[in-house]
């Protein structure tokens, strides 16, 4: 068993300390990119939930399913990352994607 990442991102979508994600995309595994994905992501602040569709339907929360805070990063962090090498074709597409959004854009990174 792994760890799986889904990332939520939303524009100008915070309200009443929530946010509404637009746009929800899964990554492949890849350890490496991961690691690296970890190292630039920054705590949410204090009170903002992350609204997430689940089998209950649209909850708020503010940790992932291991039960940590949820984290963040904007599309100007991406450009820190190193793709080289054995990033793969669907994972360098969602951060294609990703990169082209708003430079202050929250990209929650919602571990599970």
């Known amino acids: ?3 799986d990442l889904k990332v939520m991102t939303s524009y100008m979508r915070e309200r009443r300390g929530e946010m509404l994600p637009t746009a929800t995309l899964r990554f492949d595994r890849d350890a490496g990119l991961f690691g690296q994905l970890s190292r630039i992501a920054q705590p949410m ?4 939930k992350v609204g997430t569709y689940e089998d209950d339907g649209l909850t ?3 940790v992932d399913r291991a039960g940590n805070r ?3 990063c904007t599309p100007a962090d991406l450009g820190a990352l190193d793709v080289s090498g ?13 990169r082209e959004l708003p430079r202050e854009a929250r990209i929650v990174l919602f571990w599970c």
Do not use: C, H, K
């Not at 602040?45 to 903002?48: F, H, R, T």
């Not at 054995?86 to 990703?98: D, I, P, T």
């Open 86 to 98: 054995e990033v793969g074709q669907w994972n360098r597409a969602v951060l294609s994607f990703l």
């Open 1 to 3: 068993m792994g760890i």
């Open 70 to 72: 949820l984290t963040y």
């Open 60 to 62: 708020f929360t503010e």
């Open 45 to 48: 602040p204090d009170g903002l």
